[in-house]
């Protein structure tokens, strides 16, 4: 990660030695975000959704900085969770269960470096940087028909470095709008999961 932080800045470095102008913009985005997580997980979650806010640097008319933080909610899919538990509960059936919580969030934080094609109204460009992701889970209840129910507590915070790449468009219009979807990687220890959060944002 440090590495990675250091070639952002030398970019800094070496194109705000040749531009004076310095552009500095400050905004909001919704986000929805398709999670693929390993392991028993993989089919349960998908969608999810959420927003924060960001910063933009420009060095020059193409080229700048921008800081991101997204929260982002991912509820299970209550039929392929049944689904599971009737698999691994041989003699039941999936309407036997309700289930309530389960959520994950995502709390992520980047600095990417954004490169585009200058343009008076539509720009698109390419984005990458790295930072983190801090996953939580919310309690899980799993209740029976028969009105038994079992609890499962939700997961502390856990933070990792994640990385991404990605590319969008900007509209500019007196203020400046854009669509953004960037790969993400998350280095959990022996394996790693990914999602794609797509942005609509507004910059002022």
């Known amino acids: 990660m440090n590495r990675i932080l250091v070639l952002l800045l030398s970019m800094v470095v070496f194109t705000s030695g040749a531009y004076s102008r310095t552009l500095v913009g400050f905004g909001f985005q919704g986000t929805g975000a398709q999670v693929n997580f390993t392991g028993p997980l993989k089919d349960i979650y998908g969608q999810g959704f959420g927003g924060g806010a960001h910063?933009?640097?420009?060095?020059a008319p193409s080229i700048g900085l921008r800081l991101v933080g997204d929260y982002i909610v991912f509820s299970p899919d209550n039929g392929k969770y049944k689904d599971m538990i009737v698999h691994e509960t041989p003699g039941t059936v999936a309407?036997?269960?309700?289930?309530?919580?389960g959520q994950i969030n995502f709390l992520t934080a980047s600095?990417?470096?954004k490169v585009g094609l200058p343009s008076p109204v539509f720009s698109p460009?390419?984005?990458?940087?790295?930072?983190?992701t801090t996953v939580t889970s919310s309690d899980t209840k799993i209740s029976y028909r028969s009105g038994s129910?079992?609890?499962?507590?939700?997961?502390?915070?856990?933070t990792k470095f994640s990385a991404n790449a990605g590319g969008g468009i900007d509209l500019k219009v007196g203020v400046t709008i854009y669509v953004e979807a960037r790969y993400t990687w998350i280095f959990t220890e022996g394996e790693?999961?990914?999602?794609?959060p797509v942005s609509i944002g507004i910059t002022f």
Not at 55 to 59: A, H, S, T
Not at 96 to 101: A, C, Q
Not at 125 to 132: E, K, Q, R
């Open 149 to 158: 129910s079992q609890s499962f507590p939700g997961a502390s915070a856990e």
């Open 55 to 59: 910063l933009d640097i420009g060095f």
């Open 125 to 132: 460009y390419l984005t990458g940087g790295a930072g983190s």
């Open 192 to 196: 790693t999961s990914t999602f794609i």
């Open 111 to 113: 600095l990417n470096l």
């Open 95 to 101: 309407s036997d269960y309700s289930i309530d919580g």
